[in-house]
């Protein structure tokens, strides 16, 4: 049971570049999420989703798609990177959030540089 | 406009003794609070969670107590062991509908040996 993994671990980027974060999950959970964490902000919710085919904006969704055509599956793109994406971005699954006692589980992050 | 916020950056504590960890926030219709702890090049990992039923969640040296008239919640480390020394997060959601978990800024936990 690998949990949530996310690759690459790391990428460097000229602005302008496009590129997928991959993030995948192999515990069967519906709910997916990505988020950015930059120094003095905390994690902040990019998108979301509740199931393969369903998805929608988080706090900071300007910049980014995503799809969820799997359970397992949801990869972030970034269409036209710009250096105001450079963060750390993890990816988490829960079963769902409206599910007593759900917690989220963390993938280990994918550390973006954008020059 | 952050409707979860931890306004104190860091804290440093003395290893055998309490920390404790505050988190607040805004919306009301929150009703469901974590906390995660992360350490350096790893992603946060769950500690405790707490429904807005209750006003108290203990799980082994970690109590969560919610006071909801206030819009606060706080995290005690009891007691505080070296170990403990990560980036602490706390989150919210409101399970009505949104289905998003919003994350606070985090607090910097330094237990010194």
């Known amino acids: 049971n690998a949990g949530v993994t996310q690759t690459p671990k790391f990428q460097v980027l000229k602005t302008g570049q496009s590129m997928t974060l991959q993030c995948a999950q192999d515990?069967?959970?519906?709910?997916m999420s990505w988020y950015r964490q930059d120094p003095g902000m905390g994690l902040r919710l990019i998108h979301y989703?509740?199931?393969?085919?369903?998805?929608d904006q988080g706090e900071v969704p300007n910049g980014y798609n995503v799809s969820r055509s799997t359970t397992e599956d949801f990869p972030l793109r970034l269409l036209s990177a710009a250096p105001s994406q450079t963060s750390v971005y993890f990816c988490?699954?829960?079963?769902?959030?409206?599910?007593?006692?759900?917690?989220?589980?963390f993938g280990p992050g994918t550390r973006l540089t954008v020059l | 406009d952050q409707q979860v916020k931890q306004n104190s950056p860091s804290l440093s504590v003395q290893e055998g003794r309490i920390s404790i960890l505050n988190c607040d926030y805004t919306?009301?219709?929150?009703?469901?609070f974590l906390w995660y702890k992360k350490y350096p090049a790893e992603g946060p990992t769950f500690l405790i969670s707490?429904?807005?039923?209750?006003d108290k969640n203990e799980d082994g040296r970690f109590t969560v107590f919610l006071n909801k008239s206030a819009k606060h919640l706080s995290l005690h480390i009891v007691p505080s062991q070296p170990g403990d020394s990560a980036v602490y997060f706390c989150?919210?959601?409101?399970?009505?509908?949104?289905?998003?978990?919003?994350f606070g800024t985090g607090t910097r936990l330094k237990v010194l040996a």
């Open positions: 919306n009301s219709m929150f009703d469901y």
């Open positions: 707490i429904s807005s039923i209750k």
């Open positions: 515990m069967n959970h519906e709910y």
């Open positions: 989703s509740v199931g393969a085919g369903i998805t």
């Open positions: 989150a919210a959601s409101a399970r009505t509908g949104t289905y998003k978990y919003i």
């Open positions: 988490a699954s829960s079963i769902h959030p409206d599910r007593e006692g759900d917690t989220q589980y």
